[in-house]
C-alpha cells in the first residue's frame, strides 16, 4: 500500500495543479503528452500508454482540439482514421507542464540521496519494462466468479 500511497498523493498534487492552472483534467494532459511526444497518434495507440477507456481519449482528444492545443487529420492510408499532431501552442503548454513537473519531481523526491534516486528510477523501469511485468497484468487479481457473504 505504501507505493499506492506515493503514486496517489503525487498525483492528487500534480492533477489538482494541471487542473486549476490550465483546466485540463488528468486525461486531457496526458493525451497532450501522448501527442507530443509521438506525432501522428492514433487515440487508440493512446491506450497502450495510458490505459483508459477509448470514449475518454476521445473526449480529451476534442477538448484539446476545441482549445487549439492538437489538430486532428484524416489518415492517408485509412480515411476511418484520425491521426493527432500538437499545435505550436499545445508543444508550449505541454513544455511548461513538464517544466513544473521536474520541479514536482525534485520536491517528492529530496528526501532520497542522488545515489537511492538512481537505484529508485532504476528498480522502477524494471518494473515497468521488465519481461514478464505484472504492472498492467494479473493472475493474482482475477475477478470473483461466485461471491459469497457471510453474516
Not at 36 to 59: C, D, H, W, Y
Amino acid at each position: 500500500m505504501l507505493v499506492s500511497y506515493i503514486v496517489l498523493g503525487n498525483n492528487a498534487v500534480t492533477n489538482r495543479y494541471i487542473e486549476r492552472t490550465y483546466q485540463m483534467p488528468v486525461h486531457a494532459w496526458s493525451t497532450l503528452f501522448s501527442v507530443v511526444m509521438f506525432p501522428g497518434i492514433r487515440a487508440k495507440e493512446i491506450k497502450a500508454l495510458f490505459p483508459r477507456p477509448q470514449n475518454t481519449i476521445s473526449r480529451a482528444a476534442s477538448l484539446l482540439e476545441a482549445r487549439g492545443l492538437i489538430e486532428q487529420r484524416i489518415s492517408a492510408t485509412d480515411g476511418r482514421e484520425k491521426k493527432m499532431f500538437a499545435t505550436p501552442e499545445g508543444e508550449d503548454v505541454l513544455a511548461k507542464i513538464r517544466a513544473t513537473s521536474v520541479l514536482r519531481q525534485e520536491e517528492l523526491f529530496a528526501p532520497l540521496s542522488k545515489q537511492e534516486r538512481e537505484t529508485f528510477f532504476d528498480l522502477a523501469r524494471k518494473i515497468a519494462t521488465g519481461s514478464g511485468s505484472g504492472l498492467l497484468h494479473t493472475t493474482t487479481m482475477k475477478p470473483a466468479t461466485h461471491v459469497t457473504q457471510e453474516i
